[in-house]
């Protein structure tokens, strides 16, 4: 693999509070550079439970099952750690690397425009685009404070602000699309990861149900309902049936 360590550069030791964080990361580190893959993915989940939303922490994770071979577990985590960082080169060549190792290699289907929409702006992290609505808000308030001290300004560049005014609307409104895109892709649109070797799919919510197909460990579907302990599933766009809820992690 291109990077199999990053060091968490984050939080964690700028206070005394996260003395225990610090502990396990040591550990953690420790651990997957004497090769007890095992112990580093123990030690980076218990991490992992007092540390929310750390792309360098899930990428670590995901570095840690894929040395125990638990492809699936590992995609799920690179999978996470790139809607945090969607332009980290690590994380993208490790979740290809992790990808190729699984035995149900779906062919890419074709994309509507809204789909097409949406990958292309998968370069940014809502954080990103949260950031920068609040700057464009900032610029939009800055603007109209000025006209409200100063009434001559709005007077003497009447047509430049009018024309500032424009662009900064045109811009929130493509801003505001972005962000519900997004929300749609990573947060809306619930999808999941097989962590088993293989399970079967049924025609429905129980196991007595005819099986439709076997899938297997690392394939990634869409998840539309659950019921009971099973979950319906869609795959290449296609519903396709439902799975154990135990035989997958949600990403």
């Not at 492809?71 to 799920?76: D, E, S, T, V």
Request: hydrophobic share 45%; proline share 2%; aromatic share 12%.
């Amino acid at each position: 693999m291109k990077k199999l360590i990053v060091f968490i550069t984050t939080l964690l030791c700028l206070t005394p509070c996260f003395g225990a964080e610090n502990a396990l990361l040591n550990q953690a580190q420790e651990a997957y550079q004497k090769g007890d893959f095992q112990e580093a993915v123990r030690l980076y989940e218990a991490l992992s439970q007092k540390i929310k939303n750390n792309a360098n922490l899930k990428y670590n994770l995901g570095n840690a099952y894929y040395q125990t071979k638990e492809y699936g577990k590992a995609i799920c985590f690179y999978e996470k750690a790139l809607k945090l960082s969607p332009r980290d080169s690590d994380i993208q060549y490790n979740l290809t690397k992790a990808k190729q190792q699984i035995i149900d290699q779906t062919l890419p289907t074709k994309q509507s425009f809204l789909l097409y929409g949406i990958d292309k702006i998968n370069i940014f992290s809502i954080n990103e685009l949260l950031l920068s609505g609040i700057i464009l808000l900032m610029i939009f308030n800055s603007l109209f404070i000025l006209i409200k001290i100063n009434p001559q300004l709005k007077i003497k560049f009447h047509l430049r602000m009018t024309y500032m005014g424009v662009f900064i609307i045109i811009m929130s409104l493509i801003w505001s699309l972005f962000l519900i895109l997004k929300i749609h892709k990573d947060i809306w649109t619930q999808k999941g990861v097989i962590i088993v070797p293989q399970t079967e799919i049924k025609s429905g919510p129980e196991n007595h149900f005819s099986t439709v197909c076997v899938l297997h460990e690392g394939t990634q579907f869409k998840i539309k309902e659950k019921q009971n302990s099973f979950a319906l599933i869609q795959l290449n766009s296609k519903t396709i049936g439902w799975i154990l809820i135990t035989d997958f992690w949600k990403i």
